[in-house]
């Protein structure tokens, strides 16, 4: 460990130690609650956790306390985004005044931008969940993180203070150019610190297909850990990333309103480790508000055990995924779709699985892709190529993935956007989200 990494260390926990060990008691109880699931103790604390922030949320909140006769959490409603951006006030604890809390923002990709209060502890334990992951996957506090995301102008201001003593690195996802990678790459390499990448799949994908195209050897630059956020890893990302840096990167499931929800289990990757320590996570049907047995693929909704400023009780996140046991009867993660209404169906209404679109990448190589389904039979594949696929074959693999019913059109485009929020799409479902 570099003397550097160890003084921004030092700094980190001295700061905190003046706030009164927030941070690591929140730390310390995040690590004993997942790392002992089978523990008596643990599972008292995280029903006692689920009990007070209900009791909380009837007693101080106008919208909950219509609920205050509950027996159990079964007896609560559903809520999503519109629900609470409609309601807002209704879903504030009268016991926290707003300027005592923080206000955090989606990026608003998906829609209409949508807000929630934070109370402080809410944040300390949101970055005690942070530092356990992060450790999960080899990072360490003080270690350069280089943070690929979209970045506003603000962040060149905190560069000379939270981000300098953090020894955090903006990327910005819209300067990846050929140019602009070429000088990060050399840069990496003259770099012998030890560092971390955490960043959206899309961005990752962006540079390790330039390192395809100049077919560059493994990357000598001590990279200790990458973890990819708000897009689902795909196995290309997987295989380059592992290639061109030697690390194996893992997937972190987390939003802006809530926080880390789950993590991919570092040596076993279909397996996401469930945040129970911060969350109750629970799936319900795609279509009814049931819940669905373990193994079956639903949507996932989530109860913030820390948020006392503005409780979210089962809150559709809008994603979908499926909840598994492993081996201790220990609930767990096996899949995460990303957005209802980014899943594609075939012709006869069941789910395609998300990963199809990258059975395009036998048939060339592209600057980007991204399949679209525009109608109940009608798909769209796109493709960012210089050069002409088999569409012969491509059309009649993805009929046996749609059905031979399905109308697919295969258009060259020079350019597939990102987002607002800097992400992009691979998949995206556009007669669905108008139904």
Not at 125 to 149: A, M
Not at 222 to 249: A, D, W
Not at 281 to 305: N, P, S, Y
């Amino acid at each position: 460990m570099s003397l550097s990494q160890v003084f921004r260390r030092k700094i980190f926990w001295f700061f905190d130690i003046l706030k009164g060990n927030d941070i690591k008691k929140h730390y310390q109880d995040i690590q004993e609650l997942i790392e002992n699931p089978n523990s008596q103790t643990t599972q008292a604390k995280k029903d006692l956790y689920l009990q007070e922030i209900l009791q909380h949320a009837v007693s101080t909140t106008w919208f909950y306390q219509k609920y205050a006769g509950y027996n159990s959490i079964s007896d609560f409603p559903i809520i999503n985004k519109n629900m609470i951006r409609d309601n807002f006030e209704e879903f504030k604890s009268s016991k926290y005044k707003t300027k005592n809390c923080v206000l955090v923002f989606t990026s608003g990709s998906t829609g209409a931008p949508f807000s929630i209060l934070q109370n402080m502890s809410k944040r300390c334990r949101n970055t005690g969940d942070n530092l356990y992951f992060s450790n999960k996957s080899g990072y360490e506090i003080g270690q350069k993180l280089i943070y690929v995301k979209i970045w506003d102008d603000n962040y060149k201001h905190n560069m000379l203070s939270r981000y300098w003593w953090q020894n955090i690195h903006p990327k910005s996802v819209f300067k990846l150019s050929d140019k602009e990678i070429e000088k990060f790459i050399i840069e990496l390499t003259k770099d012998t610190s030890k560092k971390s990448f955490l960043g959206y799949t899309s961005a990752l994908t962006t540079i390790c297909q330039y390192l395809d195209k100049i077919k560059a050897a493994p990357i000598e630059s001590n990279v200790q850990s990458v973890i990819t956020m708000s897009e689902g890893l795909n196995e290309y990302v997987r295989y380059s990333v592992k290639k061109y840096f030697g690390i194996t990167p893992v997937s972190r499931y987390s939003n802006n309103e809530n926080g880390i929800l789950a993590q991919e289990d570092r040596d076993k990757t279909s397996k996401f480790i469930i945040n129970t320590a911060s969350y109750y996570i629970e799936i319900f049907d795609l279509d009814k508000d049931v819940l669905v047995d373990h193994g079956k693929k639903g949507r996932i909704m989530v109860t913030d055990l820390h948020n006392y400023a503005m409780p979210l009780i089962r809150y559709d996140t809008g994603d979908v995924g499926t909840m598994d046991l492993d081996e201790n009867n220990i609930s767990y993660l096996s899949s995460i779709e990303g957005r209802k209404l980014d899943l594609i169906y075939d012709t006869k209404g069941e789910i395609i699985p998300s990963h199809v679109s990258y059975k395009l990448c036998k048939y060339g190589d592209y600057k980007q892709f991204q399949l679209v389904q525009r109608g109940e039979k009608d798909y769209l594949i796109k493709l960012n190529t210089d050069k002409k696929v088999d569409e012969i074959k491509m059309l009649e693999e993805y009929k046996g993935y749609f059905g031979q019913d399905a109308n697919i059109v295969i258009q060259y485009v020079e350019e597939i956007p990102l987002l607002s929020s800097g992400k992009r799409r691979e998949v995206t479902n556009t007669y669905h989200s108008q139904l």
